[in-house]
């Protein structure tokens, strides 16, 4: 299989003013995270940062035009990999050591990354047997409530747990933009991790059904509106109570 430049790793792409979208495109659909950019007043947020195969502050410039505080979703592989390289890391209680010490079976590396979730592989070094997220030395540990504040705009952190422990949603109340990690997306959800948890997963999902949201952007696949974001809680619920 052919290795990517670094400089061709990821791929940007505007959503709206201050939002944009960055992923890895040679990781395949099911197995590739959506990493977020929104620019704030007075600092910028993101959320989730990819496999960390190649630098995202090496290759992706608009990460490092301002503060920036890079929260964690959740510490699967495919979400922490660069945070590493953020001075300043934002993570739930529940999962603030699988941040600062990952294993390859804490963070799923073990058993999902073979060289077949690429079409292409990432530069040199990489190697999948040996591949692992780097520690995030010190992260700010948030709890449900807490406000992240760009300025201009602020996104509430939800407590989401059920795909891990200390999964986190965020929501900004003036635009109904919800970020939603791997909780909730339009594409097969993952309910049966090593620290996945039934009942927690239900309670998280009508939580989110509750929220007057407007577009949902999930930790994997493409983003939906609010109808959409509907019908696949309460489609899902209803296949979990028959
Ligand atoms: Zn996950
Ligand atoms: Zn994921």
Same mark, same amino acid.
């Given at each position: 299989m052919?290795r990517?430049?670094?400089?061709?790793?990821y791929?940007?792409?505007?959503?709206?003013?201050?939002v944009?979208?960055?992923c890895?495109?040679?990781?395949?659909?099911f197995?590739?995270?959506n990493?977020?950019h929104?620019?704030?007043?007075?600092?910028?947020?993101?959320?989730?940062?990819g496999?960390g195969?190649v630098?995202?502050?090496?290759?992706?410039?608009i990460?490092?035009e301002?503060?920036?505080a890079?929260?964690?979703?959740?510490t699967?592989?495919d979400?922490?990999?660069?945070?590493h390289?953020?001075?300043?890391c934002?993570?739930?209680?529940?999962?603030?050591?699988l941040?600062a010490?990952?294993?390859r079976e804490?963070?799923?590396?073990?058993p999902?990354v073979?060289?077949d979730?690429?079409?292409q592989?990432?530069?040199?070094?990489?190697?999948?047997?040996?591949?692992?997220?780097?520690?995030?030395?010190?992260?700010?540990?948030?709890?449900?409530?807490?406000?992240?504040d760009?300025?201009?705009?602020?996104?509430?952190?939800?407590?989401?747990?059920?795909?891990s422990?200390?999964?986190i949603a965020?929501?900004?109340?003036k635009?109904g933009?919800l970020?939603?990690?791997?909780?909730?997306?339009?594409?097969?959800?993952?309910?049966?991790?090593y620290?996945?948890n039934?009942?927690d997963?239900?309670?998280?999902m009508? @939580?989110l059904l509750e929220?007057?949201?407007n577009?949902v952007h999930?930790g994997h696949f493409a983003?939906?509106?609010?109808?959409?974001? @509907?019908?696949?809680i309460?489609?899902?619920?209803?296949?979990?109570?028959h």
């Amino acid at each position: 299989m052919d290795r990517i430049a670094p400089e061709n790793w990821y791929q940007t792409k505007k959503i709206d003013d201050d939002v944009t979208h960055i992923c890895e495109p040679y990781i395949k659909e099911f197995y590739r995270c959506n990493i977020w950019h929104v620019r704030g007043s007075q600092s910028d947020l993101l959320v989730d940062s990819g496999m960390g195969v190649v630098s995202l502050t090496d290759w992706v410039s608009i990460v490092t035009e301002k503060d920036i505080a890079a929260v964690a979703s959740h510490t699967h592989f495919d979400h922490i990999g660069c945070h590493h390289e953020f001075k300043h890391c934002i993570v739930h209680s529940a999962e603030a050591d699988l941040l600062a010490n990952p294993t390859r079976e804490s963070t799923l590396v073990e058993p999902y990354v073979t060289d077949d979730i690429f079409t292409q592989l990432p530069p040199q070094p990489y190697v999948s047997e040996t591949y692992a997220v780097k520690k995030t030395s010190q992260a700010e540990i948030v709890e449900d409530g807490h406000v992240i504040d760009l300025g201009n705009r602020q996104f509430e952190v939800i407590h989401t747990p059920g795909h891990s422990p200390g999964g986190i949603a965020l929501f900004e109340h003036k635009t109904g933009i919800l970020f939603s990690g791997d909780l909730h997306y339009d594409g097969l959800l993952i309910e049966d991790t090593y620290h996945s948890n039934p009942s927690d997963y239900q309670n998280s999902m009508k @939580r989110l059904l509750e929220l007057p949201v407007n577009i949902v952007h999930g930790g994997h696949f493409a983003s939906f509106g609010a109808d959409r974001h @509907r019908s696949l809680i309460r489609n899902w619920l209803d296949s979990k109570n028959h």
